[in-house]
């Protein structure tokens, strides 16, 4: 304050280099704050193009000086000001349909009492019928993964998940009202086209809304609505009958889309489509009217032409080291996540808690269950962004390997002499109830959020589906093979199998998985081409790709 009052003191001259200083300091605090939201490389380019406008000597400053001299300016800065509520809104509306989602994974459980055993429907459903009825799901999901890829990348993220609300509707009405078991097995397929597509879109659009400081926490809502979604048919599979359960089931899409109608679209595929101005306001819609856009928005122009620059076909695009590497890490995260034992627990949980003699009904068991995973998906969505993608990937898979080998122990002594367990009931359920906890916290949401951070956004759609049709076909292999498996390696085996393989998977995250807390989808990609310490030096330097 003194030097700029001795100034004002000693005519016009000397005031202009002070308001050129003052000038070139809020810029380069502009730059400060931007590099920290968004990298080095924008904030040497915001010093350089206003040191060379101020026709001053910043822009062929070292960058040591450059760092120097926003380390001086930093104190007197004000925050480039973001409003983060918007983006929990958009990402909790685009899991509206994660929710409906859910409701068609639980709805199998609290119906097949009143189809199996009580004729529901009029006709015959047998047991081996309605294995398909839920295997059926799980082929749609496979189907349309793939073609959803290219839906995205053609009429937008947004349009992709409103026109899915059609097929839901239509999926739910056939199973409503259904007159056989092929217009059943129809409609469960139609259901599983819609929420294996959301399973794709959501992810991705969630991942490309948020800010990276916030990624972690709203890509978790996905996983965390499925389950909420689980746990709400659940409850009115509890006190509805088939009928209007399936009926509320099928009205919930139509809420979902009359939500998300007001949601904007990825500001990422409004810019790959030439949209400057509408993903200005959708930047805007997101991070708020007082939000200085303009570093955000250049930062996607640029990667754009890079992507155009490099254009190329989808198959030469999966051919690059790069993608090759992100596509390794998403399948094989997701294998892991499917032969980890989770369907085998949920199909054992009325048997285990029945043999614990702990006298809590199957419906009650499995609502148990589902508030079991509701509560531990939350957790994530806390301290995904705090703990990182990693340790929850760790720490989820050891607990869950050692769950599984202690219900196993129990069936294994189980099988050889039922009377050697009678006191042993409190076991498969404590370490039910602990591998619940731990798939929700890690194994359950980190895969799917981590599929929207890995790929870069010219093969992001495509890659993004091949890994979730290798989730859904996962999920029908195990579904249908884990009679099989039983018969052939016995209950406990079965469970051991799961445990071997998911210590295989704690492995593979502690050799291949990298970890996305905090970064950019840029620097993502750059870590994954092991370019990392490169792109530091080449953006402190002012390098440009």
């Not at 016009?12 to 003052?22: H, I, L, Q, V, Y």
Request: charge should be negative.
């Amino acid at each position: 304050m003194s030097s700029a009052s001795s100034s004002n003191s000693s005519g016009d001259e000397p005031n202009k280099k002070p308001d050129a200083s003052n000038e070139e300091s809020s810029h380069l605090l502009e730059a400060n704050e931007n590099g920290a939201k968004y990298g080095s490389r924008q904030a040497v380019k915001i010093i350089k193009v206003h040191a060379n406008a101020n026709g001053n000597d910043s822009a062929n400053a070292s960058p040591q000086d450059q760092e120097n001299l926003l380390g001086r300016m930093v104190h007197t800065s004000t925050e480039n000001r973001s409003k983060t509520f918007p983006q929990y809104v958009a990402a909790l509306a685009a899991a509206g349909g994660a929710f409906a989602a859910g409701t068609l994974l639980g709805w199998t459980s609290p119906a097949e009492t009143s189809i199996v055993k009580e004729d529901f429907y009029g006709f015959e459903v047998t047991n081996e019928n309605y294995s398909w009825v839920s295997s059926f799901m799980t082929l749609g999901a496979a189907c349309v993964c793939i073609p959803i890829g290219f839906l995205i990348n053609m009429i937008g993220r947004k349009w992709t998940m409103l026109l899915l609300v059609l097929p839901f509707v239509l999926g739910w009405a056939l199973l409503i009202w259904a007159q056989n078991v092929v217009m059943m097995f129809v409609a469960r397929f139609i259901l599983g086209i819609a929420g294996g597509a959301f399973c794709v879109t959501a992810p991705m659009y969630t991942g490309e809304i948020a800010q990276k400081d916030i990624r972690g926490t709203l890509g978790s809502f996905f996983q965390l609505m499925i389950t909420i979604g689980i746990l709400f048919v659940y409850g009115i599979g509890a006190g509805l009958d088939v009928f209007w359960m399936s009926v509320v089931c099928g009205v919930l899409p139509i809420i979902f889309g009359v939500i998300f109608f007001f949601m904007p679209e990825s500001p990422t595929y409004l810019v790959s489509k030439n949209r400057s101005e509408a993903a200005v306001k959708s930047i805007q819609w997101l991070r708020g009217k007082e939000y200085d856009y303009a570093p955000e928005l250049e930062e996607l122009h640029e990667t754009d032409r890079e992507i155009r620059q490099n254009k190329v076909n989808v198959l030469s695009a999966l051919a690059r080291p790069v993608t090759m590497k992100a596509l390794s890490i998403s399948l094989g995260l997701m294998f892991f996540q499917q032969l980890s034992g989770i369907n085998a627990v949920i199909f054992y949980s009325k048997t285990i808690f029945e043999d614990a003699k702990t006298d809590i009904g199957a419906s009650m068991s499995t609502i148990l269950i589902g508030v079991m995973q509701v509560v531990a998906t939350f957790v994530s969505t806390l301290v995904v962004d705090r703990l990182g993608r990693r340790i929850l990937l760790l720490a989820s898979g050891i607990v869950m390997a050692l769950s599984t080998t202690a219900i196993g122990v129990y069936f294994y002594l189980k099988d050889q002499n039922e009377d050697s367990v009678e006191n042993l009931g409190w076991l498969p359920v404590a370490s039910l109830c602990i591998f619940m906890i731990m798939f929700s916290i890690g194994y359950g949401p980190v895969p799917w959020l981590m599929m929207g951070e890995l790929f870069a956004t010219d093969i992001k759609g495509f890659a993004g589906s091949i890994a979730g049709t290798t989730n859904w076909v996962l999920a029908f292999i195990v579904t249908k093979t884990f009679k099989n498996l039983n018969d052939g390696l016995g209950n406990g085996g079965t469970f051991w199998l799961f445990a071997g393989v998911t210590l295989v998977g704690v492995i593979f995250v502690f050799l291949a998985v990298p970890e996305t807390k905090g970064k950019s989808l840029n620097e993502i990609q750059q870590e994954l081409a092991g370019n990392r310490n490169k792109s530091q030096v080449e953006a402190a330097n002012g390098v440009e790709k």
